[in-house]
């Protein structure tokens, strides 16, 4: 089996209304049955997860800054060849 195919790479940009990268967004990844993690976005905005594809069910990521309102966002996998 190839990299690809064992792993999911979950990754994204966290921006500001006008485009701008936000910098310092906690970013919490929870992957159903209860496994989950942490990060920061990096000065252009980005964060990366990587999990077992076997593990991946439903995926719900949350953001959050101080000064902004936290948002969650719900993902669902769609399989099939």
Known sequence: MSEIERYAIIKGKVVDSNGEPLR???VTINISPGNSKNDTTNRDGEYS????????????????LEEYTTKSVNIYIVTGK
Not at 49 to 64: E, G, M
């Open 24 to 26: 310092k967004v906690a």
């Open 49 to 64: 997860f990587k999990f077992p594809a076997t593990d991946i069910k439903d995926i719900q990521l949350s953001y959050s």
